[in-house]
T-cell receptor
Framework: QKEVEQNSGPLSVPEGAIASLNCTYS??????FFWYRQYSGKSPELIMS????GDKEDGRFTAQLNKASQYVSLLIRDSQPSDSATYLC?????????????FGKGTMLLVSP | GAGVSQTPSNKVTEKGKYVELRCDPI?????LYWYRQSLGQGPEFLIY????????DSGLPNDRFFAVRPEGSVSTLKIQRTERGDSAVYLC?????????????FGPGTRLTVT
C-alpha cells in the first residue's frame, strides 16, 4: 500500500510568519511531487510541483524535496489570512508508462490576522 | 483558457438510483482522471483514461461504478444502484499526458448525496 502522510493540523501561524507543511511518502520509486491548496468547499488547486532534490521557489512558496528521506515540504513565507486552507501533498504512483496520484489527507493551515 | 468543467455541481439521489456525472477536460489534454473525496480525506484515485481507453480502473470500488470516454474528450462516470456510502465529492482532473511529469488540474467537482 503506497502511502502519503501529513499532519492533519490545524497549523496555526500569525500573519507574516513562515508556515511549514510536511509530507512523507512510502514509495521510493516516486518521481513527481505536488502541493495542492484546497479551500473549504472547493476543489484542489495546484500550487507547486517538484521533481528533483532540493528547493524550488515560486513567489512566496518554496517546495523542498529529499528523496533519500522520502520527505517533501512546502514553506509559505509572509503568510496571509487568504492562505488559510487545507494543503494536500500528492505523490505520483508509477505504473506501466503512466502515473496516478496518491494524496495525503491534507494539513489545515490557519493564518490569523 | 477554460479549465476542467464538471456537471452537475450537486446531485441528490435516492438509494438504489442510477446517476451519471460528466467531466469536460482542458482542451488538448489526453489524460483524464476521476477521483473521489470524502470529508476529511484526500482525493482517492478511481480511474484513468489515456485517450478513449481506460488505462487503469483499479480504483473503482466495485462493479456498480463504470466510466467511459468514447471520443477521447468528455468522460462520464456512471454509478448504478447507488448506496449511501457513495456520498462524496467526485473530482475529475486532466493533464497533457499520463506520464509522471505532467501536472493534473482539477475541475470543481460534483457533490453526490445519496439519501
Amino acid at each position: 500500500q503506497k502511502e502519503v502522510e501529513q499532519n492533519s493540523g490545524p497549523l496555526s501561524v500569525p500573519e507574516g510568519a513562515i508556515a511549514s507543511l510536511n509530507c512523507t511518502y512510502s514509495d521510493r520509486g516516486s518521481q513527481s511531487f505536488f502541493w495542492y491548496r484546497q479551500y473549504s468547499g472547493k476543489s484542489p488547486e495546484l500550487i507547486m510541483s517538484i521533481y528533483s532534490n532540493g528547493d524550488k521557489e515560486d513567489g512566496r512558496f518554496t517546495a523542498q524535496l529529499n528523496k533519500a528521506s522520502q520527505y517533501v515540504s512546502l514553506l509559505i513565507r509572509d503568510s496571509q489570512p487568504s492562505d488559510s486552507a487545507t494543503y494536500l501533498c500528492a505523490v505520483n504512483t508509477r505504473n506501466s508508462g503512466y502515473s496516478t496520484l496518491t494524496f495525503g489527507k491534507g494539513t489545515m493551515l490557519l493564518v490569523s490576522p | 483558457g477554460a479549465g476542467v468543467s464538471q456537471t452537475p455541481s450537486n446531485k441528490v439521489t435516492e438509494k438504489g438510483k442510477y446517476v451519471e456525472l460528466r467531466c469536460d477536460p482542458i482542451s488538448g489534454h489526453t489524460a483524464l482522471y476521476w477521483y473521489r473525496q470524502s470529508l476529511g480525506q484526500g482525493p482517492e484515485f478511481l480511474i484513468y483514461f489515456q485517450g478513449t481507453g481506460a488505462a487503469d480502473d483499479s480504483g473503482l470500488p466495485n462493479d456498480r461504478f463504470f466510466a467511459v470516454r468514447p471520443e477521447g474528450s468528455v468522460s462520464t462516470l456512471k454509478i448504478q444502484r447507488t448506496e449511501r456510502g457513495d456520498s462524496a465529492v467526485y473530482l475529475c482532473a486532466s493533464s497533457l499526458s499520463g506520464t509522471s511529469s505532467y501536472e493534473q488540474y482539477f475541475g470543481p467537482g460534483t457533490r453526490l448525496t445519496v439519501t
